[in-house]
């Protein structure tokens, strides 16, 4: 078998921001963390336009696989006298690719692609693109004031990543040169898959707490887009 392969393992993310401030009137604190999971991983067999390529029985396999993670923790704390405010923010975005292809190329650039054929004689050919990745994150604040206090958690996390898996312009033909029995012609013909997969698992935990006096204000939001 002949195996094409594009692997991709980012190093884990992993942030922590966090911030805690008092005073005798007025305090405030933040916390912001800003995480960017990026990546591009491709595996491409490209055939010249007009050639057969003949496997003569073995498996083709092109296959791209991507995968990473992000795991954040955003916390702030605000007291003081008379106002207290707390604000922790947590942005995620995945903007990955992952393609798997096989394809030709226009030797001569006229736009024009002439017959080109995948031969394997029985061989398998499986095309595919898997991405995965994990997401985990945190936010939390507390508000403490003598009179007001505000609180409020942000996690945003935005998902943009793209898996493709394709076989274009290409003729896969996985039939036996001569099968068994004339009557059945892909008897004994090797199997041809073509998929992209994507799976991404996120845990979003946000909380807030404000405690004043005469009033108080604590909201927490997770967002997932």
């Known amino acids: 078998a002949e ?46 336009e007009g050639v057969t390529v003949n496997a003569k029985g073995a498996g083709i396999t092109v296959k791209a696989t991507q995968t990473g993670s992000i795991q954040s923790l955003a916390f702030a704390g605000g007291g003081a006298g008379t106002f207290g405010g707390a604000g922790s923010i947590v942005i995620n975005v995945a903007d990955r690719g992952a393609a798997a292809r096989i394809g030709v190329v226009d030797t001569d650039d006229n736009g024009t692609i002439a017959k080109t054929e995948l031969v394997t004689e029985g061989g398998k050919v499986d095309v595919s693109a898997v991405q995965s990745g994990t997401i985990e994150v945190a936010s939390g604040v507390v508000g403490v004031g003598g009179v007001a206090a505000v609180g409020g958690a942000f996690a945003v996390t935005v998902l943009s990543d793209d898996a493709a898996a394709t076989v274009d312009n290409v003729t896969v033909n996985t039939a036996l040169a001569t099968p068994a029995d004339a009557e059945l012609p892909l008897a004994g013909a090797g199997t041809v898959t073509v998929l992209a997969e994507r799976t991404v698992d996120i845990t979003a935990l946000v909380a807030a707490a404000a405690v004043g006096g005469k009033g108080a204000f604590g909201g927490s939001f997770a967002i997932n887009v």
């Open 3 to 48: 195996e094409l392969a594009g692997t991709e393992t980012a190093p884990g993310i992993r942030s922590l921001a966090g911030s805690v401030a008092g005073g005798g009137t007025v305090g405030g604190g933040a916390g912001i963390a800003v995480n960017l999971l990026l990546g591009k991983t491709e595996a491409i067999l490209d055939i010249a």
